[in-house]
């Protein structure tokens, strides 16, 4: 919900028309100054009061119990891809009821804005890791639009739970104009009136209020279905000049470009950060994956603040880095991951989209043959740290297996450990589940990285990786650690620092009209209630009825401007109407 530039001196009203009062918390404005405790009043969906005293409530008033808490802003997800769940599922609850108010789609490259049905899918199920089928039957039923204003008047009649905004992605307007097959082609490159088209068409985005442009130079996402499987997504076949047009549409409207570097190499980060630049010109808004302290290459989060430092400080950029403030801990059924696109043997088998004839190749001594040198590679530029002492079987039809890592499996039936894995996927297939750690798993480079200038908290992946990775928790557990270091004696961030990164810092970077309040308790359970638009759509463990079906709560977000609410109606006499959450305090 938005606060008016008075409202934290205003007085208490002089009457009681309040649709809801939050009595009593520690009110967090979200730009950094310390905590207040005060009550909140909300009248049409916006607050009409913040007040040291308390506020007058009638019997229409739903009075909101935060005594013992924390009111903040609601928390900007800015790294989702709920691009096609929003179509079906726009109450997006798993976000919400962690705090999140606004979200943002469209990224890595991939919208689906301008590409049909059928590419869009394409472009989507094994890069996220979402079934294909579900993709494609949930376009064909909700695709409506073939622009982005006509997309955006789509998500404006969805009964939203939280705000929306959104990136256009480089792969779909690239696939729409060059078609997918030509546009995965290493062969074919867009001809200088397919260019003119691209950047027309992101122009038309940027003028439906489209943050900016996302694209992607990691060549480990792949194309899904069966017409180019396997090959790298359109962006990723793009020249540097093809980069530079889009960089300079982006810079003459003060927008983003949220990217993905190679992540093998890493060598195109330099481009992001030259781009980023505004000498001799207007900077550019770079937002970039991503900041984080990887066991396979711990010597890599000494990186992110030189680079930060040399494109805003001597270059005077706007570039920041993602950063998931949180263990980037996965979970993989069989060889379903996508770390194993990062090498040859691991993209061969992935390619086979049949069980059996996986299963034949991961049997074959010449493929393993081929993995285990992979696997043994040890000065290869990874994400994956390759250590199978550190995969632990936690899902497995031999339930003896489970609590034991593959590396235990492999010393007990003394074989080499990625034998052992193999073994166990032909045996049990998908059934056999692991989990893993990938990064940020040493507390204090975490609590280094997330206080580093120009590295920003974002990265949450939500809606996608469905059986791989969860983090729609990412704002609830960088409180949480805040909170348990300060406890210990042993503060990182203060509340009102890590408030502000989670929303003001990211509002206004990315130019939203955002700050939707949310309630805190001081513990791992942390939400209480989550308030949009002057609504409680998320109360002690419940959502409001009808949340997501019935009333929209959330609007669509335009880059750079203001949005009012939605109307909100206001209930009808109740007897002390008052919520109190019966959730332990720490």
């Known amino acids: 919900m938005s606060i008016p530039e008075s409202a934290a001196d205003a007085a208490p009203a002089s009457n009681a028309d309040f649709a809801v009062v939050i009595r009593g918390g520690t009110v967090f404005d979200g730009t950094g100054a310390p905590g207040v405790r005060a009550d909140i009043g909300i009248r049409d969906g916006v607050i009409a009061a913040i007040s040291a005293a308390p506020l007058p409530v009638a019997s229409t008033t739903r009075v909101v119990d935060a005594e013992g808490r924390w009111v903040t802003p609601g928390f900007v997800d800015t790294h989702t891809h709920y691009d096609v769940e929003l179509l079906v599922s726009p109450g997006l609850g798993e976000s919400v009821r962690h705090g999140v108010t606004t979200v943002l789609v469209g990224n890595c490259s991939i919208s689906g804005v301008y590409s049909g049905t059928v ?39 969805l009964p939203l739970g939280p705000n929306v905004a959104s990136f256009l992605g480089h792969s779909d307007v690239r696939a729409s104009v060059m078609g997918l097959g030509r546009s995965t082609d290493p062969k074919h490159s867009p ?34 279905g069966d017409r180019y499987r ?32 190679n992540l093998n190499t890493k060598v195109d980060v330099a481009f992001y950060a030259a781009t980023s630049t505004g000498l001799f010109r207007r900077p550019l808004r770079v937002s970039l994956l991503s900041a984080a302290d990887t066991l396979a290459e711990p010597w890599v ?11 805003n400080s001597l270059g005077k950029g706007r570039f920041v880095w993602q950063h998931l403030p949180t263990t980037f801990k996965v979970w993989a059924d069989g060889i379903d991951l996508v770390v194993f696109e990062e090498f040859g043997s691991g993209r061969e088998a992935l390619h086979l989209a049949d069980e059996v004839a996986r299963n034949e190749l991961l049997q074959q001594e010449s493929y393993r043959r081929w993995f285990r040198q992979d696997f043994e590679k040890r000065f290869s ?28 499996v492999a010393r007990a039936r003394k074989l080499h450990p990625a034998d052992a894995y193999l073994d166990l996927v032909v045996e049990y297939g998908t059934e056999f589940r692991w989990t893993t750690t990938i990064a940020n798993a040493r507390e204090k480079v975490a609590n280094r990285l997330v206080n580093t200038p120009g590295v920003t908290i974002g990265f949450s992946d939500a809606g996608a990786h469905l059986r791989n990775m969860a983090f729609y928790n990412f704002g609830v557990r960088l409180l949480e650690r805040v909170h348990q270091a300060q406890r210990k004696g042993r503060p990182f961030l203060s509340t009102e620092e890590a408030v502000h990164k989670l929303t003001g810092e990211l509002a206004d970077f990315y130019r939203l009209d955002a700050g939707r309040l949310r309630m805190v308790n001081r513990n791992d359970r942390a939400v209480a209630a989550t308030i949009i638009g002057g ?34 109606e206001v209930p009808g006499p109740v007897e002390n109407r008052e919520e109190t959450s019966h959730t332990s305090l720490v």
């Open 119 to 157: 590419d869009v899918a394409d472009l989507f199920s094994r890069v996220e890791a979402l079934p294909r089928g579900s993709v494609l039957a949930a376009l064909e039923e909700k695709k409506t639009w073939s622009d982005p204003a006509a997309w955006r008047r789509a998500v404006e009649d």
């Open 191 to 224: 001809s200088r009136e397919e260019l003119r088209e691209i950047d027309r068409r992101i122009t038309a985005a940027l003028d439906a209020g489209f943050l900016g442009v996302s694209t992607m130079t990691n060549p480990w996402d792949k194309m899904d």
């Open 230 to 261: 396997s090959r790298t997504l359109p962006s990723t076949h793009a020249s540097w000049g093809e980069f530079r047009r889009i960089s300079r549409l982006l810079r003459r409207r003060d927008r983003v470009l949220q990217g993905v570097p």
């Open 301 to 311: 989060n000494r990186i992110f603040r030189p680079i930060a430092w040399a494109a």
């Open 381 to 408: 530029p990874r994400v994956w740290h390759r250590d199978f002492d550190d995969a632990l079987i936690v899902a497995c039809p031999d339930e003896s297996l489970v609590g034991q890592t593959v590396g235990d």
């Open 535 to 568: 609504r409680v759509v998320w109360s002690d463990g419940e959502f409001a009825p009808g949340y997501g079906r019935e009333f929209a709560a959330g609007r669509f977000l335009p880059s750079g401007e203001t949005v009012a609410p939605r109307p909100v």
